[in-house]
């Protein structure tokens, strides 16, 4: 990557990555909504063993891509959690806990 010449063309690049993280994100969110067909309650979905799976391999890709494996971490787990939240919120989990 060349090194960027003023903030406007940093704020440019970001605008660019941010704009194809959310289509990567739309992706993502159509199979965790295929996933939920195969769950059947709360624990599945929220499934902790999985969550700290892929919170691992995004820390170990992160280090080998240069990115803070903090940072990486931080990130996954609000998308994770914004996830679980989502597919509860879509299958009717929240509104059967709610009953």
Same mark, same amino acid.
């Given at each position: 990557?060349? +090194?960027?010449? %003023?903030? @406007? +063309?940093?704020?440019?690049?970001?605008? =660019?990555?941010? %704009?194809?993280?959310?289509? &990567?994100? @739309?992706? *993502?969110?159509? &199979?965790? *909504? @295929? =996933?939920?067909?195969?769950?059947?309650?709360?624990?599945?979905? *929220? @499934?902790?063993?999985?969550?700290?799976?892929?919170?691992?391999?995004?820390?170990?890709?992160?280090?080998?891509?240069?990115? +803070?494996?903090?940072?990486?971490?931080?990130?996954?787990?609000?998308?994770?959690?914004?996830?679980?939240?989502?597919e509860?919120?879509? %299958?009717g989990?929240?509104?059967?806990r709610? *009953?």
């Amino acid at each position: 990557m060349t +090194e960027p010449k %003023s903030l @406007a +063309e940093v704020r440019a690049r970001i605008d =660019a990555l941010d %704009s194809e993280l959310i289509r &990567l994100l @739309a992706d *993502r969110q159509a &199979l965790v *909504r @295929a =996933a939920a067909a195969f769950k059947t309650d709360e624990q599945a979905v *929220r @499934a902790p063993g999985r969550v700290e799976q892929v919170v691992a391999l995004a820390r170990e890709r992160a280090d080998k891509e240069g990115l +803070e494996p903090a940072v990486a971490e931080a990130v996954w787990r609000a998308m994770i959690a914004a996830f679980i939240e989502w597919e509860m919120d879509q %299958s009717g989990v929240l509104r059967e806990r709610e *009953r």
